[in-house]
């Protein structure tokens, strides 16, 4: 299997912002450096800016005066799409209504002048990489969801682009197929180890897919990091909120310790200030017997994930907390437990999230 | 820089079409108020064309406006509940029905025309009389004002109200006059305008079907076109500008509010 | 009442006025055209008959050029007027499609304006050459008043359809390197396709159909719709000037069928 243009080219994206015709500010000028042969997930919630970002960098639409976008180090800000030489799959997939699917997939192959047998071929190599042998002939209205997400990819990847740029591309399918598809996606995207940059909203996807998260909200950039980075050290409230669950406790603190209703919590950090608002992930919360514990509660509710339980616990701290207990943990409503963290696990956040 | 000059390029050439469309329009409104069209403005700006037109022809102008009228009248009594009826009923009777209605946009005034004077040449009063030619205006906006009316009932579910009514124990014919035409009124009226504006308009049909003691609007405009002088022929085009053009304007206001829904 | 009984009187005037009106009388065109010299053969005049069989071709070539131009014309003014915004647009708009209700007397009052002995152009090439250029009463003429009322109408359709392109298509096609021409050759040209095939056939039936715009350019006009009359009027020839409307209404019919099953409604023929 032939892979596409060794790595791709690097994008950096300076000082783009952008404001539109009638006056929305979809995008605060932002910088992002993005590797070569790195998969780079724009992540948040819809109008946060993402897909505007992603447009920019494709040429379709301008940054405000000041923004460049650069390739390999060449300013690409004033070329158009037609002759950037990325590979992008619509969140409507835009797949030609008058044409088949081979048809589709070779289209960037014509316009590039290829000849009729290589285009055939290359064609081919795309139908098998992408498992939809047997639908050239195809018409477009006569596939299902998953098979035009798979043409639309097949036919950005054919034209072997520099970057390959994705717009939530699984996110009109309905949830069974876009969780397959997203392993199907994700291995397909590192077998062809092209730069890559990828729009949703979606944190599992972003989490399973990305090499680094870049977490966006009303515009600008909330926090860059690899997965693991977001996850466990979210620098504020929104990022903390938006990926996974998270328990978002503000105490006074005192001697390195939160109070709590319940007890006291050591933190591991930087405890200088008089008050804190600090996250704890659910999972990181361990049920002990409540004899002996500093942080003590009450199970309000158990429910049976599947993999583990998820239980509600209230009294510990002002509001109630979620716990994930594996399914070992034998407590039942009513219980008083006791809760162990470690203080690692408390993250402080800036207060104003 | 491409751009700007496939745009600019694209402009002119729209900007040439409406001046074809334009310009012959203006002339006539201008010629007809003009003393002297050889003389052009110069000549001094009157109305004596304008008057004499109304001399001339002040009965065809009146005619119109009561075959217009009239026609409307036999469509709002024929059509609304003929629509209404159909939309109920469904099915393939309301198709063929429709399809035989339509009929007559599909084939010219012309042959319309002959056939009505085939059949009713022998009824020698009927004939002569403005009626006849109210026959053929009727026949040719008839499906306008279904269309108009059916399409207000499919966008208002106007079965479900019709059923809401009739569950609450309200008789057919009080459902029809209380529920159904109220709120059919958008689409009466679209359907009142155009049937109105078409009547007033319609040349084939009429031309055929006219004495010299029916003359339409049109009739006379094609009269003042072959023998009157351009001043005469453009003033009283002027007149059907002013008559028809508002009409022509509220339509498109009702289209925009209708769209806009 | 019933239900049903009430819906069956609705019915009733409508029914009682197309069939005296209509089913009637064009079954009586039917018949009588069959009814001449010739008998049913009659009908096959308009193919057979030389003179007759020349005006068909004569209107039938008139109404197509009548189509691809106005197409033309219609297409790069709408697209072009779709997809800008600019001071001015909505006046612009209007004078396009203001002719939209003007009967064909009219239209040739507009084209003897333009064309006529003391028409514009006329006027204009008498400056330039010295030479008065007088073409309103010949089929020239009668080709620009088709021109005059079937623009508007086109327009209307062809921006209705503009409007409901999907931008992505042709945002995918350009990320595939296609230059703005071939965007138009295989994206937007093709979803037009059934825009142009509705509008044109409604544009060629009319044309095919129109009365009174060739009535007032002149009566000398060798065009379908001026044959049916003359044969009606001045030679009193019942039975042909009757078959021919029915061929010419079988034509014209079957045309707007064929638009009809490309789009949902068919749009009046009208002037």
């Known amino acids: 299997m032939s892979v596409a243009a060794a790595g791709g080219a690097s994008v950096r994206v300076e000082s783009c912002g952008k404001t ?28 946060c800016g993402k897909t505007t970002m992603l447009r920019i960098i494709a040429g379709l639409e301008l940054p405000d005066t000041g923004g460049k976008v650069l390739f390999d180090g060449r300013d690409m800000t004033s070329v158009p799409i037609e002759r950037r030489n990325v590979g992008m799959v619509f969140q409507s997939y835009a797949l ?50 998953g098979q035009r997400q798979r043409v639309a990819l097949a036919r950005a990847v054919a034209i072997r682009p520099g970057i390959l740029l994705l717009d939530e591309p699984l996110t009109a399918l309905d949830a069974a197929l876009r969780d397959r598809l997203r392993g199907e996606l994700n291995r397909l995207l590192r077998a062809l180890g092209i730069t890559t940059i990828y729009v949703t909203h979606d944190q599992s996807e972003a989490m399973e897919l990305g090499d680094r998260i870049v977490v966006m909200r009303k515009g600008a950039i909330a926090q860059i990091g690899t997965p693991r ?37 050591p933190i591991g950090g930087d405890a200088s200030l ?80 | 820089m491409r751009d700007r000059l496939i745009f600019t390029a694209q402009l002119i050439f729209t900007l040439l079409v409406a001046a074809f469309l334009v310009l012959p329009a203006g002339l006539s409104i201008s010629a007809g108020v003009t003393v002297n069209y050889f003389r052009g403005i110069k000549s001094g700006v009157t109305l004596q064309w304008v008057a004499q037109v109304w001399e001339l022809y002040a009965g065809t102008i009146g005619l119109s406006f009561l075959i217009a009228f009239a026609t409307l009248a036999v469509t709002l009594i024929a059509g609304v509940p003929a629509a209404y009826a159909l939309h109920v009923r469904g099915g393939r009777l309301a198709r063929v029905v429709e399809e035989i209605i339509t009929l007559p946009l599909a084939i010219p005034g012309l042959a319309i025309a002959l056939a009505l004077l085939l059949t009713y040449q022998g009824f020698g009063e009927f004939r002569r009389s403005w009626l006849f030619i109210l026959t053929g205006h009727v026949v040719f906006t008839m499906p306008f004002m279904v269309r108009s009316v059916m399409a207000i009932f499919a966008t208002v579910d106007i079965r479900t109200l019709d059923e809401g009514a009739a569950s609450l124990g309200a008789p057919p014919w009080r459902r029809f006059y209380g529920v159904i035409v109220p709120n059919a009124l958008p689409g009466i009226l679209a359907g009142a305008l155009m049937v109105v504006t078409l009547s007033l308009g319609e040349f084939n049909l009429t031309w055929m079907l006219h004495t010299p003691l029916t003359k339409t609007l049109p009739i006379g405009l094609a009269d003042s076109y072959a023998s009157m002088r351009l001043e005469v022929a453009s003033a009283y085009t002027l007149i059907f500008f002013v008559m028809i053009i508002p009409l022509l304007v509220a339509m498109q206001m009702f289209a925009d509010r209708e769209q806009a829904r | 009442m019933s239900h049903k009984t009430f819906v069956w009187l609705c019915l009733l005037p409508l029914g009682v006025v197309t069939v005296a009106f209509f089913v009637l009388p064009m079954a009586r065109l039917v018949v009588t055209g069959a009814a001449g010299p010739h008998g049913l053969a009659g009908y096959l005049a308009i193919l057979i008959e030389p003179r007759y069989r020349a005006t068909l071709i004569n209107t ?60 514009l152009i006329g006027d204009f090439s008498n400056r330039l050459f010295g030479e008065k250029i007088v073409f309103a009463y010949s089929i020239y003429g009668l080709f620009l008043g088709y021109l005059y009322f079937s623009i508007p109408r086109v327009i209307l359709t062809i921006m209705a359809a503009v409007q409901k392109l999907d931008v992505g298509l042709e945002e995918a096609a350009r990320s595939l390197g296609a230059s703005p021409w071939a965007v138009q050759r295989d994206v937007v040209l093709p979803a037009l396709a059934p825009a142009f095939v509705a509008s044109g056939a409604i544009a060629f039936a009319t044309a095919m159909g129109a009365f009174g715009t060739a009535f007032t350019l002149a009566t000398n006009i060798d065009v379908l719709p001026m044959l049916i009359y003359t044969e009606f009027t001045l030679a009193a020839n019942f039975a042909t000037s009757a078959a021919l409307s029915v061929g010419l209404g079988l034509i014209t019919w079957f045309i707007l069928a064929l638009a009809r099953s490309f789009s949902g409604s068919a749009v009046a023929a009208a002037g």
């Open chain 1, 20 to 47: 539109f015709a009638d006056g929305t500010r979809a995008l605060e000028p932002a910088t992002l450096d993005i590797a070569r042969g790195e998969t780079l997930v724009l992540l948040g919630p819809s109008g």
């Open chain 1, 96 to 145: 030609f209504p008058n044409m088949s699917v081979a048809d589709n997939i070779g289209y960037g192959l014509k316009i590039r002048g290829v000849p009729a047998d290589e285009r055939a071929k290359r064609v081919a190599e795309l139908v098998a990489l992408t498992n939809i042998t047997g639908l050239e002939n195809r018409r477009i209205d006569q596939l299902s969801g």
């Open chain 1, 229 to 265: 980075e977001i996850y466990f050290t979210p620098n504020s409230r929104f990022v903390a909120e938006f990926i996974g669950a998270a328990n978002i406790i503000e105490a006074p603190v005192e001697n390195g310790h939160l109070v709590l209703p319940g007890g006291r919590q």
């Open chain 1, 274 to 353: 008089p008050s804190a608002v600090a996250m704890i992930r659910p999972e990181t919360i361990g049920i002990v017997d409540a004899a002996g514990a500093p942080l003590g509660g009450i199970i309000d509710s158990v429910s049976f994930v599947g993999d583990r339980q998820r239980m509600i616990v209230s009294a510990a701290s002002a509001r109630p907390l979620t716990v994930d207990a594996p399914n070992t943990v034998q407590a039942k409503a009513g219980a008083r437990i006791g809760l162990s963290i470690a203080p690692q696990a408390v993250r402080l956040l800036p207060p104003e999230g």
């Open chain 3, 60 to 119: 039938v070539v008139l109404a197509a050029a009548t189509t691809v131009v106005t197409l033309i014309v219609a297409t790069i003014a709408g697209m072009f007027l779709q997809r800008h915004r600019f001071p001015g647009r909505a006046v612009l708009i209007a004078m396009l499609t203001f002719p939209l209700a003007f009967p064909g007397v009219v239209v040739g009052f507009m084209i003897i304006l333009l064309a006529g002995r003391q028409g």
